[in-house]
């Protein structure tokens, strides 16, 4: 039995058993649509336009920077008209913050219900953009791991595709955790929001910017594997004298997924501070980091000219948290109070509005590039390649 005729198997019996009845079951088809859609794009990209290593030139990224930004901001319309009818389940039973909640003490903060396409496309635009705002600190680091490795440019495209592929793995199964998490224990947003105003005070006092062959994962596959002193083409891995050898390049792939597992952790809380929806979470994260390969490309080395950046990303980040903060603090304030020793009484919770969400990042982001273009800084130092 082929592929296809198992699938063709597959869809007959579960609609013989009713399986798609359930929206919970209709939406698992819209994952793998999008999946399948994401993955036969990263193939194009590799397989297609990037088989033979080249160093990328500014217009080829620049081309691909729009092909993938103009795909995320795209989807928000099929986000709408998928939730605005309903498509695969999509608005059926979704979890959301419950609108009770700013209006009534001691009602459940996330309920499941229906979302409609104007609300549901105003929470994935403001995801993406929130995403996409807080991969620019990503982009720095990067380049710090290329030119610490001495990654030629022809080969950096590759280990940001596979680095890539790694991170939508580790990103859907932090979303799943996450979603599960909340829907079971909704206190669990109060340390999302806490952790993200951290993450920013963290951001505006410490220099986060740390040697990578300090890194202790770097340093114990140095320890399990002999590391190659050079590089085997676009080879992750080399045989000398009969012994498998790891290149300077899997070294950066290393660090390149490290590195987004710990923006990940900054990233998917602030999300959560939009909507509790898994499918808008999804998709607005994996839009965001599809493009960032090619934004690499284009910004890496002027990233460090956007002296208002960095400071535009801690404020974007404190919002979030205190956004979060307000939503999921005064259902829960009995329970704190008791933890403290104090008599607290509930209260409403305080949702601050998506589209005021998306008004206040899209304007923090076009300050801070504004002044960085009237103010720029006297002595900007580009992040160095590898050549």
């Known amino acids: 039995m082929d592929a296809i005729t198992f699938c063709l198997s597959f869809v007959a019996s579960a609609a013989g058993t009713g399986f798609f009845d359930d929206p919970a079951h209709l939406r698992l088809v819209a994952y793998g649509i999008f999946l399948a859609f994401v993955l036969a794009m990263l193939a194009l990209d590799l397989g297609v336009f990037h088989r033979e290593a080249h160093e990328v030139s500014l217009r080829e990224a620049m081309g691909w920077s729009i092909v993938w930004l103009s795909l995320g901001v795209l989807f928000t319309?099929?986000?709408?008209?998928?939730?605005?009818?309903?498509?695969?389940?999509?608005?059926?039973?979704?979890?959301?913050?419950?609108?009770?909640?700013?209006?009534?003490?001691?009602v459940p903060l996330i309920v499941r219900g229906t979302v409609d396409g104007w609300e549901a496309a105003k929470q994935y635009l403001t995801g993406y953009v929130v995403e996409k705002s807080l991969a620019m600190d990503n982009i720095f680091v990067i380049a710090i791991v290329f030119s610490f490795f001495a990654i030629p440019r022809k080969y950096q495209h590759r280990v940001l595709f596979w680095g890539i592929l790694g991170a939508l793995v580790m990103r859907g199964a932090m979303i799943l955790i996450g979603a599960a998490l909340?829907?079971?224990?909704?206190w669990i947003l109060i340390i999302?929001?806490?952790f993200l105003i951290l993450t920013a005070l963290k951001m505006a006092l410490v220099e986060g910017h740390t040697d990578p062959g300090r890194n202790i994962v770097v340093r114990l596959v140095r320890r399990f594997y002999p590391v190659y002193p050079g590089f085997d083409g676009q080879r992750?891995?080399?045989?000398?004298?009969?012994?498998?050898?790891?290149?300077?390049?899997?070294?950066a792939l290393v660090m390149v997924e490290i590195t987004d597992l710990i923006f990940a952790v900054d990233s998917i809380p602030a999300i959560f501070a939009i909507?509790?929806?898994?499918?808008?979470?999804?998709?607005?994260?994996?839009?965001?980091?599809?493009?960032?390969?090619?934004?690499y490309f284009c910004l890496a080395a002027m990233i460090a000219k956007f002296r208002y950046l960095k400071p535009a990303l801690?404020?974007?980040l404190a919002f979030v948290g205190v956004k979060l903060l307000l939503l999921s603090v005064p259902p829960y304030l009995?329970?704190?109070?008791s933890i403290l020793g104090l008599d607290l009484a509930a209260h409403r919770a305080i949702k601050i509005d998506t589209t005021i969400s998306l008004a206040v990042v899209l304007g923090l982001l076009g300050l801070a590039v504004a002044l960085s273009a009237l103010r720029p800084a006297k002595a900007a130092s580009a992040a160095p390649h590898g050549e």
């Open 77 to 106: 319309g099929a986000v709408y008209i998928g939730y605005e009818r309903h498509w695969l389940g999509l608005g059926l039973e979704t979890p959301k913050y419950n609108p009770l909640a700013a209006t009534e003490a001691g």
């Open 182 to 186: 909340i829907m079971q224990a909704m």
């Open 192 to 194: 999302f929001g806490a």
């Open 236 to 251: 992750f891995f080399t045989v000398v004298d009969g012994v498998r050898h790891v290149t300077p390049l899997f070294l």
């Open 275 to 295: 909507t509790p929806d898994p499918f808008i979470v999804f998709t607005s994260n994996i839009f965001a980091i599809l493009g960032l390969r090619s934004l």
């Open 314 to 316: 801690i404020l974007i």
């Open 334 to 337: 009995p329970q704190l109070g």
